[in-house]
């Protein structure tokens, strides 16, 4: 059970926009940055959003994060065969004193 | 190039021990918080450990308290995880990432399979 709670799947076609929920508690999202991170498959994770809605430098602008209270989103808009791939949030917990994952969600391109 | 290079991941019986170590490069790896974060096989990512520049500041998940140990030596621009009184559960790629507000670099992970 994951102290982030995230949609275990996600789809949509290509063009589409999609958005992957992540929800926490005051401890972790509602008192810290979020930030999330893109998994293809067999590869290594890749930050892909950092404090919010921060692009690190080569993420497209189609991936968008955002964040209200103890909730966050991650969005993506004109949605391509290569986002398929594993999303996780992550945030740092105040309470448990370290980072803390969400279970992941699968999106799958149609 | 920013780099992380993990090794010394195995297979390693129930109870035993083993030593991780992280190279990193292409970066002042001294003024970097850095983490441990594994993946179970099929599951999702779970942080370990992380450790301040200076060593002044660790913090552990609860399932690895006093059983696993991070380090790191800034002269040799090395991260480690000593991890002792493995369990079943503890098999999982560990990967090291640099963490200074997130996970912003990762190595390409080492694999660690505890069975008898």
């Known amino acids: 059970q994951s102290v982030l709670t995230q949609p275990p799947s996600a789809s949509g076609t290509p063009g589409q926009r999609v958005t992957i929920s992540c929800s926490g508690s005051?401890?972790?999202?509602?008192?810290?940055?979020v930030n999330w991170y893109q998994q293809l498959p067999g590869t290594a994770p890749k930050l892909l959003i950092y404090?919010?809605?921060e692009r690190p430098s080569g993420v497209p602008d189609r991936f968008s994060g955002s964040k209200s209270g103890t909730s966050a989103s991650l969005a993506i808009s004109g949605l391509q065969s290569e986002d398929e791939a594993d999303y996780y949030c992550a945030a740092w917990d105040d309470s448990l004193n370290g980072w803390v994952f969400g279970g992941g969600t699968k999106l799958t391109v149609l | 190039e920013v780099q992380l290079v993990e090794s010394g991941g195995g297979l390693v019986q129930p109870g035993g021990s083993l030593r991780l170590s992280c190279a990193a490069s292409g970066f002042t790896f001294s003024t970097y918080w850095m983490s441990w974060v594994r993946q179970a096989p099929g599951k999702g990512l779970e942080w370990v450990a992380n450790?301040?520049?200076?060593?002044?500041?660790?913090y552990y998940v609860d399932s690895v308290k006093g059983r696993f140990t991070i380090s790191r030596d800034n002269a040799k621009n090395s991260l480690y995880l000593q991890m002792n009184s493995l369990r079943a559960e503890d098999t999982a790629v560990y990967y090291c990432?640099?963490?200074?507000?997130?996970?912003?670099?990762w190595g390409q992970g080492t694999m660690v399979t505890v069975s008898s």
């Open positions: 404090s919010n809605n």
């Open positions: 450790i301040k520049q200076d060593g002044s500041e660790i």
């Open positions: 005051s401890s972790n999202i509602g008192a810290n940055i």
């Open positions: 990432a640099r963490d200074p507000y997130a996970f912003d670099v």
